[in-house]
């Protein structure tokens, strides 16, 4: 059985981190840190994979890179991570560690009495529409004036993360947190691909998602994000922009 899938982290301002995971609608999870959510998606991966396995029904093939990124999901998402499930429990394990949850401070303080099956079942009927996030995840073009490229993240040993794209080699960029790594990808790519259009270099061809995390550089990736450069500026901006992506790299 798999017990490894792709997700989807979700960031939006003054938020927390949350989780989700295309092959699995209705498995999600979360936490105050990108690495927080990352572990808590591990637990809510494996109780998942447990509540389907004793329902005896179909446990679906994680999904590719490039279907994740056509799902609906991925249009607010940040990041895209793989989350390995945490080693499978007896099923008396696993149902008493369920209770246990329920039964505790922390679930009575953030949930409250616990939802009867009808009201968790209710909560699906009529989802609000998801809140738009200012990165984008977006298939990788094939083709065409790209100015949409992935990048690997990785966290550095500062707790901060590096984003840095396989197709682009020495353009990177750094933030204390996830989103502000994303940000500063956007001002990254754009000059990096200005500088190449000015210098008359050739700019390579986005790669497939599929092909990004077979890269080297993917091992010790945390997650993948797709960057569409800032649209292109006057000279004083690009300056300016130059400067501060200099600075922070």
């Not at 105050?32 to 637990?43: G, I, L, N, Q």
Request: aromatic share 6%.
């Amino acid at each position: 059985m798999d017990r490894t899938y792709l997700a989807f982290i979700h960031k939006d301002p003054d938020s927390s981190f949350g989780v989700t995971f295309p092959d699995f609608p209705g498995c999600t999870s979360g936490g105050d840190t990108f690495e927080d959510a990352r572990k808590m998606a591990c637990e809510a991966l494996a109780l998942h994979l447990e509540g389907i396995a004793a329902d005896e029904e179909q446990i679906p093939l994680p999904c590719s890179p490039d279907a994740a990124l056509a799902h609906e999901d991925a249009g607010y998402a940040t990041a895209l991570i793989v989350v390995e499930a945490l080693p499978e429990r007896t099923e008396e394990e696993a149902q008493a560690e369920f209770e246990a949850f329920l039964a505790s401070d922390e679930y009575q303080e953030i949930y409250g009495t616990p939802l009867t099956e009808e009201e968790l079942h209710n909560l699906y009927e009529s989802p609000e529409d998801p809140p738009q996030s200012s990165i984008s995840l977006k298939p990788v073009p094939d083709t065409g004036a790209a100015r949409t490229y992935a990048a690997l993240v990785r966290q550095n040993s500062d707790d901060g993360f590096i984003a840095s794209f396989p197709d682009l080699p020495g353009c990177t960029a750094a933030g204390g947190a996830l989103e502000e790594a994303c940000e500063v990808a956007r001002e990254a790519l754009a000059v990096h691909l200005e500088g190449l259009a000015a210098r008359g270099d050739p700019v390579a061809v986005p790669s497939p998602a599929n092909v990004i995390w077979d890269h080297v550089n993917a091992a010790d990736a945390v997650a993948l994000i797709v960057v569409e450069a800032v649209s292109e500026r006057t000279d004083e901006k690009r300056r300016s922009a130059f400067e501060a992506v200099s600075t922070t790299t």
